[in-house]
């Protein structure tokens, strides 16, 4: 052993001082040796200085070796020290016993010092192993949580970034991107104990779905001002070129993710199913492609009704803003042909929820 490494510490329990020296002699070249000559001192002696090792008879007045390791044991700071029981005690229900109790080992007396020696050095070996192990997953594990920090982080900063980037093409909208998000997570927090959907509409689906929710317009960036910033109502042409936003959405997110639609990164395939499918009608009314009932993706059903609420009582250049009740009448009334029928019970249940996100995010006026 380097002379310049600190000795590891073996506390030595026995109330036979003639044990104690047996022992000290045997291990003090290569261990710094505590000794203890009853259980109280024991505990005692670990509460003032945390030993690597403890070697424990059973068999002392007023606390014996088993209770000892009881205490070690109920105690956080102490739990994982190991403890070899050095006995006279040499029946088979004393050893099992005293390992069922957490005990590393079992010597019994009278004991051969090589066979302690090596004994110890083994054990030794081992929990320095263990804690070298512990210490490895332990750095493991904040290496992953910074990579998962810097990850979510990534992700808030694109969302928000094409978010901001759609939101400048259409002034008139807002903060309709913040309030759908928010009207997003009311309704998946709704049905997650919904048995149709408790599978599906876990927590961290939920926070994903709540993430994607502002960039169901982004396509919108692709539609010339002329249309998108029209007063009037649109002709024909115009609403058909209106309608492309949502591929032109799913497009986008489909070439940053170098993945279809159904697979790659989750955060970006929600982003893709409610970009492109969130126009889509429960009775199959509307479009890019016409889905019906739950052909629809999930995460698109959410929006539409989301997204269509919001409309309804906000303002824009081809309508006034409707009263809350209003909207909520309308969304009733499209109940299994333009919505879910789950999912507008679901609306009907938080509906007043709905109002305070409105109002929390409403609009400033216009100077």
């Given amino acids: 052993m380097n002379n310049e490494e600190k000795k590891p510490t073996i506390l030595m329990v026995d109330d036979m001082p003639v044990n104690l020296k047996v022992l000290a002699t045997l291990l003090s070249p290569d261990y710094t040796v505590v000794v203890a000559t009853s259980g109280q001192e024991a505990l005692q002696v670990v509460a003032d200085e945390t030993p690597d090792m403890i070697l424990l008879d059973i068999a002392m007045p007023e606390m014996d ?15 994982n020290i190991p403890v070899i029981f050095i006995t006279a005690m040499v029946e088979v229900d004393d050893e099992t016993k005293g390992l069922a109790l957490g005990a590393v080992d079992y010597i019994t007396k009278p004991f051969s010092l090589p066979i302690v020696k090596a004994r110890v050095q083994t054990h030794l070996a081992l929990t320095w192993a263990q804690n070298q192990l512990k210490e490895h997953n332990r750095l493991l594990e904040e290496k992953v949580a910074q990579r998962t920090q810097e990850l979510l982080l990534t ?20 903060n309709h991107i913040r309030r759908t998000q928010h009207y997003v997570r009311l309704l998946a927090e709704r049905l997650r104990d919904h048995p149709k959907f408790r599978a599906c509409l876990d927590g961290a689906t939920i926070e994903l779905l709540f993430k994607s929710a502002p960039l169901h317009d982004m396509g919108k960036v692709g539609v010339p001002d002329t249309i998108l910033l029209k007063p009037g109502p649109l002709t024909e042409v115009e609403f058909a070129v209106m309608q492309t ?16 639609l159904s697979g790659g990164v989750s955060f970006l395939r929600y982003i893709q199913e409610i970009a492109y499918t969130h126009h889509e009608k429960w009775d199959g009314s509307g479009y890019p492609e016409g889905l019906a009932g739950e052909q629809i993706p999930l995460s698109g059903r959410l929006m539409a009704i989301a997204d269509v609420y919001d409309a309804l009582i906000s303002k824009r250049v081809y309508k006034p803003a409707f009263p809350h009740e209003q909207a909520v009448a309308i969304i009733t009334e499209g109940k299994g042909s333009h919505f879910d029928p789950d999912m507008v019970e679901a609306f009907l249940a938080v509906a007043e929820a709905f109002q305070d996100v409105a109002y929390h995010f409403a609009d400033l006026p216009q100077s």
């Fill in 65 to 79: 070796g088993y209770e000892v390791l009881r205490c070690l044991k109920s105690n956080h700071a102490t739990r």
């Fill in 155 to 174: 992700q808030d900063v694109t969302i928000n970034a094409l978010a901001s980037l759609a939101e400048t093409r259409d002034n008139e909208t807002g």
């Fill in 245 to 260: 936003h949502t591929t032109l959405g799913r497009d986008a997110i489909t070439i940053a993710a170098g993945s279809p």
